[in-house]
């Protein structure tokens, strides 16, 4: 293992224990944000330049912006997050199902590990992906791109008021 390796582990590891640790969601984001920049210094640890790149944009840029917008335009009390017994009953199945993922998961590779060799994997470069993103396919990135500003406005819009909050507040 190289030192830059091990340093961008340690990065990826340290941010993402201490986005789980804090009490504040803001800084639980921008730490895990923190994170996902190390999972994209991986990749170009790697040699994966074009999933660097798209994790930076994807997840660093976009993900971690709408997460943002979520912590910052809710209006939740500190009371509504108060361990209950339906918080407990579903921490158990939260368990439970990750259990069952986990031995699906294990599985998996088992089962895989036992397969005959696999197909020549075709090489495409990231010029190639390009040419194809702002050739033949630029309209539908457009487009989609239109259509998830759209919804991000939408949601700040339904999620930044409608009213009074309380009935004794209304005119």
Known sequence: MTAALALIALLTIGTAVAAMSRRSLLNSVL?????WVGIAAFFLWAGAEFAAFAQALIYVGA?????LFAVLLTRRSRED????PAVRSRALYA??????LAGVLLAAVARGSLAVAP????VVTVRQLGRQLMGPHAASL??????LT??????VVVAAGGGPEKPEDAP
């Open 119 to 122: 197909s020549p994997v075709p």
């Open 150 to 155: 759209v919804a991000l406005i939408g949601a």
């Open 81 to 84: 997050f108060a361990p209950g």
């Open 95 to 100: 368990m439970l199902a990750g259990a069952a």
């Open 63 to 67: 993900i971690s912006m709408a997460l």
């Open 31 to 35: 730490l895990l944000a923190g994170s």
């Open 142 to 147: 457009l487009v989609t791109g239109v259509l």
